[in-house]
Nanobody, 123 residues
Framework: QVQLVESGGGLVQAGGSLRLSCAGSGRTFSSYNEGWFRQAPGKEREFVAVISWTGNLKYYADSVKGRFTISRDNAKNTVYLQLNSLKPEDTAVYYC????????????????WGQGTQVTVSS
């Protein structure tokens, strides 16, 4: 069993930055691949980024490539998402999720989810 808790969201102006954290509990956390998803009001949840359990493999959605960076510190059981050059269209609730399968863009492939953290980007 893995529990995930996101933090670090907030209100920021366009062009600004935020760093989201996802703290995991459970001794098997470091063996899971971790993804970030987001969901804007009235829209479906969408894939943002994923990192392998080793931290060596990373994959991003085209909409965030070059602006967002995913990383992890298994010693701290934490995954991060650095958000730079934020745009109003990045406004959403951001979720982290854990999967035994690397690289999936599909929510159905993720077994555990956090409660989400709100990111709001003003223009």
């Amino acid at each position: 069993q893995v529990q995930l808790v996101e933090s670090g969201g907030g209100l920021v102006q366009a062009g600004g930055s935020l760093r989201l954290s996802c703290a995991g509990s459970g001794r098997t956390f470091s063996s899971y691949n971790e993804g970030w998803f987001r969901q804007a009001p009235g829209k479906e949840r969408e894939f943002v980024a994923v990192i392998s359990w080793t931290g060596n493999l990373k994959y991003y959605a085209d909409s965030v490539k070059g602006r967002f960076t995913i990383s992890r510190d298994n010693a701290k059981n934490t995954v991060y998402l650095q958000l730079n050059s934020l745009k109003p269209e990045d406004t959403a609730v951001y979720y982290c999720a854990a999967s035994t399968a690397y690289g999936s863009r599909w929510s159905k492939d993720y077994e555990y989810w956090g409660q989400g953290t709100q990111v709001t980007v003003s223009s």
